[in-house]
């Protein structure tokens, strides 16, 4: 009799522990199961690199449906296990369109210490370091500091976005040991207008680094 309910107990462990899928909540092997997989390659860009003031910028996907759901969910909601994901498709996507120096250096775009305290983790860092895994670029998570407590960039204009972020961006201190020359690929999100872009590549150009590529899961 004790053995039955050992084992009985043990199923429903197992089942109560088996991974579910983190949009539709079905059992699943992987943080998305088929079905919601599929709806998420519906996502993907077509053409993933296009250029920003004749830099390339790798996006994977489009700011939509499925893939706008689950950066939601990784920034708002806890769903860290999303990053995983979303970092190696991201640097696959990399890897097939881009032609790169391997001793690049990435930096994630990183949050106020204020916002970052309130969510628990950078998102983009957690992307970041995926991306790292299948690039077999260098990861640089403190290259840059953000100094300046922005407003939510979703609402504002273009030009309020600039404003909003001008000057937000100082060098971290694990970039400051660096050689100054290094290239630099800046890992983000989401890029809409470009402005935290514009502002991370200024801070970066004024103490001597280049950026030589902008990688991000999606583009608006």
Same mark, same amino acid.
């Given at each position: 009799?004790? &053995?039955?309910?050992? $084992? @009985? ?16 909540? /079905?059992?699943? =092997? %992987? ?8 709806? @998420? ?8 690199? !296009? ?17 706008? *759901? @689950? #950066? ?16 190696? #498709?991201? %640097?696959?996507?990399?890897? &097939?369109?881009? =032609?790169?120096? /391997?001793? =690049? ?13 309130? /969510? ?7 992307? $970041?370091? =995926? +991306?790292?895994?299948? !690039? ?9 500091? /953000? ?6 960039? +979703? ?18 201190? &694990?970039?400051?040991?660096? &050689? ?25 150009? *004024?103490? %001597?680094?280049?950026?030589? %590529? ?7």
């Amino acid at each position: 009799m004790f &053995e039955v309910k050992s $084992a @009985l107990l043990k199923s429903l462990q197992q089942l109560v522990l088996k991974p579910r899928c983190t949009m539709c909540k /079905r059992f699943s =092997s %992987g943080v998305l199961c088929p079905d919601c997989r599929h709806k @998420l390659e519906t996502c993907q860009a077509a053409v993933s690199l !296009t250029f920003v003031d004749n830099r390339p910028l790798i996006a994977w996907g489009h700011y939509q449906g499925l893939l706008k *759901q @689950l #950066l939601g969910r990784l920034k708002y909601d806890q769903q860290a296990q999303i990053a995983h994901l979303l970092g190696q #498709l991201l %640097g696959i996507a990399w890897l &097939e369109n881009q =032609s790169y120096n /391997r001793q =690049s250096i990435v930096i994630p775009i990183p949050l106020h210490e204020g916002r970052q305290q309130e /969510r628990g983790y950078n998102q983009s860092a957690l992307i $970041a370091k =995926s +991306f790292c895994q299948v !690039t077999g670029l260098n990861l640089t998570l403190n290259g840059l500091v /953000r100094v300046k407590a922005t407003a939510a960039q +979703f609402n504002l204009s273009p030009q309020d976005r600039l404003i909003n972020v001008a000057q937000a961006f100082q060098l971290g201190s &694990e970039l400051a040991k660096k &050689e100054c020359g290094k290239n630099i690929v800046l890992l983000d999100d989401i890029y809409t207008t470009g402005a935290t872009i514009h502002s991370a590549v200024e801070a970066l150009s *004024q103490a %001597g680094f280049k950026v030589s %590529g902008i990688a991000v899961v999606a583009k608006a």
